[in-house]
């Protein structure tokens, strides 16, 4: 049983969506050796950074995170709506009308 414990733990330390991206589509994306997990739904979207980023690096991953949004996506980022940082963030989009 106390073996089965690290195993949970190891199980929980993928990108988890917020609840309201329950739902969502998943997108794995590597750029510049980086790895990021994009949610979005038809009106939201939340991109997820993994692993470490040193502290100097942190604007260009931010950058490289916006960047990501219309490209999995399809669609547009309404930038005032944007929260978050490096590691994680959230906003708005407006998709084209199929």
Excluded: H, W
């Excluded at 997990?37 to 692993?51: A, D, N, P």
């Excluded at 996506?73 to 940082?85: I, M, N, P």
Aim: aromatic share 6%; with cysteine; glycine share 8%.
């Amino acid at each position: 049983m106390k073996a089965l414990i690290p195993l949970l733990i190891l199980c929980a330390c993928g990108a988890q969506p917020a609840p309201e991206f329950f739902n969502a589509k998943r997108v794995d994306v590597t750029r510049d050796g980086r790895q990021y997990t994009v949610f979005y739904t038809e009106k939201r979207v939340e991109v997820i950074r993994q692993g470490y980023a040193k502290k100097a690096e942190r604007e260009d991953i931010r950058a490289q995170m916006i960047a990501l949004i219309p490209e999995v996506t399809g669609c547009t980022l309404r930038e005032t709506s944007l929260t978050g940082d490096s590691g994680e963030m959230r906003g708005s989009i407006r998709c084209p009308r199929a």
